[in-house]
């Protein structure tokens, strides 16, 4: 089956170190990819994407490279700030069921000043 | 408004109630979706629409979960006979059209179910 792994958090870091949030995945043939992040009392949003082998998706500093090699898809910033504080899901989808998508566990992340 | 709407956004039944969930997607959206969130973990799919049809419905936990969409708009999941482990947050998603490729994924705030 298909299926996503994220570390666990919570990941606390001080304002403007280094992250990495490891993502790896299971599939079924040739998902896209994506992390979604949902600030405390909203919904979740599309933070990037990445849709075939060695894409690297990119947003408001993030970024995500999908690695086939591998099945990884890690979620790095070079310099997080405390509005970056959130919960961070990885998640991929297969060209069924309406591109549903199937989550990993999420991230919890929390960023000090 | 122009994002997804769920409503309520708290609910608590004791158990052995049956409950309704109330979706709005964005106005002309064709893909629906509900998944369940329970607490500390990741949205896992119940069921799919593609306007009024719902082509999927493989995730839902069983025969006490039913969910409609009968106009291709609003959406209603209603859960029977309520059981503890059903507490979850319930989350609809809706996107324009049917591929992932084109158009996002949208998210409402969800309902917090809680079962007593």
């Known amino acids: 089956g298909n299926s996503v792994t994220q570390m666990e958090g919570p990941v606390t870091l001080s304002e403007e170190a280094f992250l990495t949030i490891n993502c790896t995945y299971t599939?079924?043939?040739?998902?896209?990819l994506f992390w979604y992040v949902q600030y405390p009392g909203e919904g979740l949003q599309l933070l990037l994407k990445?849709?075939?082998?060695?894409d690297k998706g990119s947003n408001k500093g993030f970024e995500a490279t999908y690695r086939k090699e591998t099945t990884s898809f890690h979620l790095e910033k070079g310099s997080v700030q405390v509005s970056d504080s959130a919960v961070y899901f990885c998640a991929l989808s297969l060209n069924n069921a309406g591109n549903m998508l199937t989550f990993g566990g999420g991230t919890r992340l929390m960023v000090k000043p | 408004g122009a994002g997804v709407s769920q409503s309520p956004r708290y609910k608590v039944a004791k158990r052995g109630q049956d409950v309704a969930l109330r979706c709005d997607p964005i106005?002309?959206?064709?893909?629906l979706f509900w998944y369940q969130q329970a607490l500390g973990q990741g949205p896992e799919f119940l069921t799919y629409f593609q306007n009024e049809a719902q082509l999927d419905k493989s995730g839902l936990p069983s025969d006490r979960f039913f969910a409609e969409r009968p106009e291709g708009s609003v959406s209603t999941l209603k859960i029977q006979r309520t059981q503890q482990e059903d507490s979850a947050v319930y989350l609809c998603?809706?996107?324009?059209?049917?591929?992932?490729?084109?158009?996002?994924?949208?998210f409402g705030n969800g309902t917090r179910l809680t079962v007593t």
């Open positions: 106005s002309g959206h064709v893909s």
């Open positions: 599939a079924t043939g040739y998902p896209s």
């Open positions: 998603a809706s996107r324009r059209d049917s591929s992932s490729y084109n158009s996002p994924l949208h």
């Open positions: 990445a849709t075939k082998a060695d």
